[in-house]
């Protein structure tokens, strides 16, 4: 009879479990596909590696080794332990119940003991990281919510292990410290309560047991546990091809009035089951600029945002929606109660995400690198930005300034356009233009920092001084060149970039360009990984990777000892944005009496100068400026020189220089000024 109504307890508490669980799923899939429906599914195979990397080999998660430790055993323990789920239900139910494994049940035994063990040391640790260690990026989130899954976790894990030892204690089993290490201790400790006292502890851990497994498996769709069901899909629908490369916007569809992302019903579903997806770890927060800084905008923040402000509006939209199934209908306008949420805010921009937010945003794609499920932040910040400049014309005045220059006179500055090609002035026997040269093999684009800026300039001097030495024929586009529209783009104006996308494209076309190398990685990405989706057909080169391939070749000899230690700064641009990051150094190790220095944060995990995303032409109103931050990082290695391979970059580290009274003994060079005192 006891075993009856067990039963009944049991399968009713199981149903009602499966109930919710598939409820509130169900409901997130709803709300999901309130989104724009997302393109194609091109690249499987890449999708199936991103999976098999991400996801089981969970390599995003070992950039933090301990947490990623920590999290493997977790990911692979709980597969582990599913394993003997079913034979402890069973146990409660048929007495000493094992899997008919015969000789092989002892090392299933083993493995589920250890795995078991290794997860509940795994989950105190995790609590030790949050409560004992008060790791940073986790320390803004510590509700009941954040408790519930370390007590939860460590219930369930340890409830099986003393459930089991009970149970050899009801049977009257002699410990097994072989092939039960854990459980026998339990047992050997417990062994004097006799039989009937071992089946009442067996059965009331078993209980405990079951409450937290189904608790827990209702819970975790509606928490940040939520990305255990989401994140693998997220991973695999993720964009394929570049990383970073933006959505392009097709201007000519008809019936479009409305451009970029001003509801939050118009991300693609692939964008929104990022936000379900987040596992709310803070290490997009950690390493984040604008955050590091003292300015508003948090990555993490940003995402949970969004993700509360779906479920808010998604709850409240498909309680209404006629082709509902009625269990989620009904289950809808239910779960909004029950979470305790409010009424969706009216606007996107403005209630949910504020203008200072999005415009704080350098696009270094440090949070996007840094997260463990692949979310992408930047082009849901630039979607955004795209609905302010292109929807409302709601632009901050300095942005204003920089499109209005750019389409007067195709310069940030609005310098005459005309003023393009004086940076070559002395130099017009090697450095000639399109017109006046019979043939080139390499295009060298300048772009308007390298044309304009005073500093810049010597960059590009340097590199066309070096070309020359080592007999490269190249041309430039002299007064004919434009701005390449990266900045506008990441700045949100989408319109001017495709407009100046084209006119370069159909000059490179114009020319017979099939070459294209520029001392600009932010120009370099564009053209490299995001002109071709618009027809550009050329080889794309930065100039440290010319520059080391003409070492190699012999065609630079490095010979002359630079006796400096140079603190190298790793531009967003050129580094995670296309993962080059040993090709300079490279220039720098074949330079004599030069010593490479790196800073705490350096390759992937380098901290942004502060330029990118529209912000070089944007002023820091709120906490640390960002390259006074990045400089300092720099000066604590002591060098003589801080090396760069980016316009932007070291015009943000020489400003930091001089704002730190630094200059006189510090210097601030691109590789490319670096490497010419060597030849």
């Not at 996801?55 to 003997?84: A, C, E, N, P, T």
């Not at 009937?196 to 209980?207: E, H, I, M, N, P």
């Not at 047991?209 to 629908?237: D, G, I, R, T």
């Amino acid at each position: 009879m006891l075993t009856i109504i067990q039963l009944i307890l049991f399968l009713a508490m199981v149903a009602y479990a499966l109930y919710l669980l598939v409820h509130v799923v169900y409901s997130r899939i709803l709300f999901i596909r309130l989104g724009k429906p997302s393109p194609d599914l091109p690249d499987l195979k890449e999708r199936i590696n991103a999976v098999l990397i991400n996801v089981f080999g969970q390599r995003k998660l070992f950039k933090d080794r301990k947490s990623g430790l920590m999290h493997f055993i977790l990911f692979y323990g709980f597969f582990i332990i599913q394993l003997g789920l079913i034979e402890l239900i069973l146990k409660g139910f048929i007495r000493g119940y094992e899997y008919p494994l015969g000789a092989a049940h002892k090392t299933f035994v083993l493995m589920q003991e250890w795995a078991t063990f290794l997860m509940l040391v795994a989950v105190l640790y995790a609590a030790f990281r949050r409560y004992g260690e008060k790791l940073q990026r986790l320390q803004w989130k510590r509700d009941w919510k954040a408790a519930f899954v370390y007590i939860v976790l460590t219930v369930l894990t340890g409830t099986i292990l003393i459930s089991l030892g009970f149970e050899h204690v009801m049977l009257g089993k002699q410990p097994d410290f072989v092939h039960a290490p854990f459980s026998s201790a339990v047992t050997a400790a417990f062994a004097w309560i006799g039989t009937s006292a071992g089946t009442v502890l067996f059965y009331a851990f078993w209980w405990v047991h079951m409450l937290a497994v189904f608790s827990f498996m209702v819970f975790v769709p509606q928490s940040k546990q939520a990305h255990e069901l989401f994140a693998a899909f997220n991973v695999f629908f993720k964009k394929t091809g570049p990383v970073g490369r933006l959505n392009k916007i097709d201007f000519e569809e008809e019936g479009v009035e409305e451009f970029g992302v001003g509801k939050i019903e118009d991300f693609t579903r692939r964008q929104l089951i990022d936000l379900y997806a987040c596992v709310e770890c803070g290490r997009c927060t950690n390493v984040c600029p604008a955050s590091g800084t003292g300015k508003m905008l948090s990555p993490m923040h940003l995402m949970t945002k969004l993700r509360d402000h779906l479920t808010e509006k998604g709850a409240a939209v498909t309680s209404r929606t006629p082709w509902m199934p009625a269990f989620a209908m009904s289950g809808a306008a239910a779960n909004q109660a029950a979470l305790g949420l409010k009424e969706p805010a009216e606007n996107l921009i403005g209630d949910v995400i504020t203008e200072q937010e999005l415009w704080a945003c350098t696009t270094c794609r440090n949070c996007e690198d840094q997260c463990p499920v692949m979310n992408e932040h930047v082009d849901k910040i630039i979607d955004m930005r795209r609905y302010l400049v292109m929807t409302q014309g709601d632009v901050p005045g300095e942005a204003t300034r920089y499109f209005q220059n750019i389409e007067r006179q195709s310069n940030p500055w609005g310098i005459n356009r005309n003023e393009r090609i004086a940076w070559r002035e002395g130099m017009e026997d090697i450095v000639k233009t399109v017109h006046e040269t019979e043939e080139f093999e390499i295009l060298f684009w300048v772009g308007s920092m390298g044309a304009f800026d005073a500093r810049s300039r010597k960059i590009a001097r340097a590199f066309a001084r070096l070309m020359h030495q080592a007999g490269v024929r190249f041309a430039i586009l002299g007064n004919e060149e434009k701005n390449s529209g990266d900045t506008a783009r990441r700045m949100g104006n989408e319109y001017l970039f495709q407009e100046l996308c084209a006119q370069n494209i159909e000059t490179f076309q114009k020319y017979g360009v099939t070459r294209i190398v520029t001392t600009d990685p932010h120009a370099y990405n564009t053209f490299k990984n995001e002109y071709p989706e618009f027809g550009l057909e050329a080889e794309v080169l930065h100039h440290t990777e010319l520059l080391l391939q003409l070492i190699k070749d012999g065609k630079l000899k490095p010979v002359k000892a630079v006796n400096e230690k140079i603190a190298y700064h790793d531009s967003c641009y050129l580094g995670r944005y296309n993962g080059i990051y040993d090709i300079p150094r490279d220039i720098l190790r074949s330079i004599p009496g030069v010593e490479l220095l790196e800073m705490e944060r350096n390759r992937d995990k380098a901290l942004c100068c502060g330029a990118g995303g529209g912000r070089m032409w944007m002023e820091e109103r709120e906490g640390t400026r960002i390259n006074l931050t990045r400089t300092k990082m720099a000066l604590e290695t002591n060098p003589t020189v801080i090396g760069s391979n980016c316009p932007y970059c070291l015009t943000m580290l020489t400003d930091g220089v001089k704002m730190m009274e630094a200059e006189t003994r510090v210097s601030t060079l691109d590789i490319a000024e670096i490497l010419e005192k060597a030849i």
